[in-house]
């Protein structure tokens, strides 16, 4: 963080309350530091509200599995003091592999998960039949990742908040922010907060708030179902899922399903760039759905009860932005964490507390630095 900065307790105000906004400043408020919150809704109502709650260790990148097996660790460290709401249960993940090429995929998973301490078991395919019956017979095999879990996020950003009020701090719901440094804060109606830093935790908003940084929403849909319990009982996902997220453009399908603890089941997942509206897309929504099927046929007989879209805040590189803007550096940034801000929240709010207050971070910051976009290729 910046140096030659004040020391010791600071006015921090947090822009957003999603689940980034709220662990930051929840953690922010254990420091001891005056802590203002502000939010256009109400706290955990947009990304954090749409997306799955899958609390995932991914291995794209090694900044990226650091970031989600640090944040995972967290989670866990916190299981016993989630609220109830917060859904929390820990079913593992399962990548389906559907032929020999995907099986590659699965050894060398297996292996880069292994070689970074993450619990990992490769199946065959009668492991995998046996691990979850209702997948279609002829896939070659999976990986089952124990520690992986699920949670519902928006009460819990509501409990980080609450957290934030006992603490001496603010709270102000429905109150847009309209311009912001890292030492003022104007909202909609003409009122400017002061400060000694300022947090963009505002998600697809980010850089409405910010010059220089480039975040593209990403479009999601996903179906929730009546509940079914012990229908399925890992998180499961296609291998394919990850062809289908690096893809920078167009559109795509992968089968995702998550099972919620009242039995329900949550089906996506699909990724689309370039579409702004937050109406369903029947296509895409079709499309998703026979993937679904194509993997766990009896899926096809299951009733649902609601869809819904959301949208992924993306960078260019994938990785989330969080510290300072380079050209002012008391404006924090924690923005950025397209499919995995639910998991990369508390790893985020660590790391932004951590260097406010001189300690050492525990993963290194640089890789999520927001001066590479500024700076690099993408600066304007
Ligand atoms: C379909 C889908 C599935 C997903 N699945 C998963 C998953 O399984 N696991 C996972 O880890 N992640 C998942 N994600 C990603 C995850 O939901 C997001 O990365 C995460 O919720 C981002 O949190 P956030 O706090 O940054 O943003 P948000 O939750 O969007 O919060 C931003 C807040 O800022 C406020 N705001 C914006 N602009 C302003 C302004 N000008 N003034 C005041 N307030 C403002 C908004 O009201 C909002 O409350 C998924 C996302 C989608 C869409």
Redesign the pocket.
């Known amino acids: 963080m910046p140096t030659s900065m004040p020391t010791g307790a600071c006015d921090v105000v947090v822009?957003?309350?999603?689940?980034?906004?709220a662990a930051t400043a929840e953690a922010l408020a254990l420091d001891g530091h005056r802590v203002t919150v502000?939010?256009?809704?109400t706290p955990?109502?947009?990304?954090?509200a749409?997306?799955?709650?899958?609390?995932?260790v991914m291995d794209d990148s090694g900044p990226q599995i650091a970031l989600t097996a640090y944040s995972q660790k967290l989670w866990d460290d916190r299981a016993d003091s989630l609220p109830a709401a917060g859904e929390r249960m820990v079913c593992g993940t399962l990548w389906v592999a559907a032929d020999d090429e995907e099986m590659t995929e699965v050894h060398r998973k297996a292996n880069f998960y292994h070689a970074r301490g993450v619990d990992a078991e490769v199946l065959n395919s009668s492991g995998l039949c046996k691990a979850e019956p209702q997948l279609r017979g002829g896939l070659a095999g999976g990986l089952r990742v124990p520690g992986d879990s699920v949670i519902y996020p928006p009460p819990i950003a509501a409990a980080m908040l609450e957290t934030v009020r006992q603490r001496g701090g603010k709270v102000l719901l429905g109150?847009?922010?309209t311009a912001m440094t890292g030492q003022e804060v104007r909202l909609q109606d003409g009122t400017v907060l002061h400060c000694d830093y300022a947090v963009n935790?505002?998600?697809?908003?980010a850089g409405?708030?910010c010059s220089g940084i480039e975040i593209r929403p990403r479009k999601?849909?996903?179906v929730i179902t009546d509940r079914y319990p012990g229908f399925v009982r890992h998180q499961l996902i296609e291998l394919g899922y990850l062809k289908s997220a690096h893809s920078s453009t167009g559109s795509s399908v992968a089968f995702n399903v998550q099972p919620r603890p009242t039995g329900q089941l949550l089906i996506?997942?699909s990724r689309q760039f370039g579409e702004d509206s937050a109406e369903v897309d029947f296509e895409i929504l079709s499309r998703m759905l026979a993937r679904a099927v194509e993997y766990m046929p009896a899926i096809a007989s299951l009733s649902a009860l609601r869809v819904w879209t959301?949208?992924?805040?993306a960078t260019p590189d994938k990785l989330p932005l969080i510290g300072p803007h380079p050209e002012d550096p008391r404006l924090l940034l924690a923005?950025g964490?397209?499919?995995?801000?639910?998991?990369?929240?508390m790893g985020t709010a660590r790391l932004i507390a951590d260097s406010l207050a001189g300690r050492p971070t525990a993963i290194p910051l640089e890789p999520y630095l927001p001066s590479r976009m500024l700076m690099g290729a993408h600066a304007h």
Do not use: K, N, P, Q
Request: hydrophobic letters at 40%.
């Open positions: 822009v957003g309350a999603g689940i980034v906004g502000v939010d256009r809704g955990g109502g947009e990304a954090t749409a997306g799955m709650g899958h609390v995932v109150s847009a922010v935790a505002t998600g697809c908003g409405l708030l999601g849909h996903l996506g997942s959301g949208f992924r805040a923005t964490h397209e499919g995995l801000g639910i998991t990369t929240s």
